[in-house]
């Protein structure tokens, strides 16, 4: 499998968001976690975020949709995603989160200042659940400045439901902010 690898900005930074194993409840999800780790072995980054998230007992995902997951049942980041970006040797920063974008919450300022120090305009995101915290950080993203895109072979959602996912690449992709729409340079990444 080829995927693209957009080389808008000088200096790219890949997302990895919420790719929790605990939460992955599809063949589907684990198929793209699969894609992801080859992904992140195949290609180069000047910095990486990875995230995870939990939605506690006082967070507006309980308040508004009476949904909540903490932090234990959600489980940690996975473990070879963890070890494969360690390997690089790159900036790494890690954030928790119990809001949907990245950029958000109590560790939005770090996100900030950490893309600021690392001298990165291009993002690349990852992970799960494409039609709520990926496309939120991707939203967030572009309106902070930088080359903003999704890699569609990386994104997924944790059930895997095609329709959710598909509406969500809609959207993306008619904003050109993904590896498949963007209407600049690219290689590709065997993987």
Sequence with gaps: ?????????????LLIIDVQTATLSSGGAHEVLDTLRRYIDRSTYDAYIIAVFSAPENSMFVRQMRWSLSAEAAGPADARIEQAVAARGKPVLHITKTVRSIFKGTQGEDVAGFLAENAIDEVHLAGFDINDCVLATAYDALDQDFFTYAIEECCGRTDSNALVIDAALTVLRKQSMTNQSTRHEWIDVDV
């Design 1 to 13: 499998m080829k995927i693209r690898f957009p080389t808008t900005g000088a200096k790219r930074a």
